[in-house]
């Protein structure tokens, strides 16, 4: 995730899969580092997400009703689009899979 956002040109157009802070918000749907950029605000630290609901699966529902958690997602990376108002790294497109991460999956480590 670090190395995404610190050279979003560098994974353009390639197809990922990252774990990080996940907010669903209005015009501001993000994946950061970590938590405490999406509590803060530090936008540079996060991809700007584009998706609909039909692109993820039943797990969509459970991050609509309890925002703010630890996911796994998979998507493209689009260097070129920052997101609402150009505050993001750049942006996660197609998403694939997006899955709640709990404290107790091997995946969370």
């Not at 015009?27 to 509590?39: I, N």
């Not at 998507?75 to 497109?93: P, T, V, W």
Request: contains cysteine; aromatic residues 8%.
């Amino acid at each position: 995730m670090i190395a995404v956002v610190a050279d979003p040109h560098r994974w353009h157009g390639k197809k990922v899969r990252l774990k990080g802070a996940f907010q669903w918000q209005f015009e501001g749907t993000k994946l950061c580092v970590h938590m405490d950029d999406v509590v803060y605000g530090m936008s540079r630290n996060c991809l700007f997400v584009q998706m609909r609901p039909e692109h993820v699966n039943s797990t969509f529902e459970k991050l609509l009703s309890n925002t703010r958690k630890y996911v796994l997602i998979e998507a493209r990376i689009d260097a070129g689009d920052r997101g609402h108002l150009g505050l993001s790294a750049g942006s996660l497109i197609e998403v694939t899979r997006l899955d709640v991460l709990e404290p107790t999956d091997a995946a969370w480590n």
